[in-house]
């Protein structure tokens, strides 16, 4: 009876180690998406925000999170309490994980300077058009002069 009491305390172990381990882990986004997120309920669609947007490859995979995470990373960092694009710089380039950002003046002479509302609107409005996958496009004003091309692809 002893035998059978120490078989059934170790298929109890054993049963409770497999439910343990096939229970979802616990994971976590960066506070950027999250950040995006509550821009993206804050700022209605503008489609008029962009032009020239081009899918260029709907197959690519870019994680949403850090496609997020990447749109806060341009400029050095553009998350929490900065508002805009610091530093003035030609071009800039934000990533993380599976996403990249890279960011141009478009008029010679011209720096990036473009607020995070407005980053947010270019993007949220390139993603209506091409929603999966990687793009092209350009955001109507963001320089001191002129626009912003920007492209979102796998980093």
């Avoid at 890279?102 to 209506?128: F, M, P, Q, Y």
Wanted: hydrophobic share 45%; with cysteine; aromatic share 6%.
């Amino acid at each position: 009876m002893r035998s059978g009491d120490i078989f059934t305390k170790a298929l109890a172990m054993l049963a409770w180690v497999i439910v343990a381990s096939a229970a979802p882990s616990a994971w976590s986004v960066p506070p950027e998406h999250l950040e995006i997120l509550a821009l993206r309920r804050a700022i209605p669609l503008n489609p008029d925000a962009v032009s020239d947007v081009h899918c260029q490859d709907r197959q690519a995979h870019i994680i949403f999170h850090e496609e997020n995470a990447a749109q806060l990373a341009i400029c050095g960092g553009i998350a929490g309490a900065t508002s805009h694009c610091g530093g003035s710089p030609a071009t800039t380039v934000g990533r993380k994980g599976t996403a990249v950002f890279n960011l141009a003046a478009v008029s010679r002479g011209a720096t990036i300077d473009i607020s995070k509302v407005r980053w947010e609107e270019c993007v949220h409005a390139a993603r209506a058009v091409c929603p999966t996958g990687s793009l092209s496009a350009t955001c109507l004003g963001g320089a001191t002069y002129g626009d912003v091309a920007f492209t979102l692809g796998n980093s």
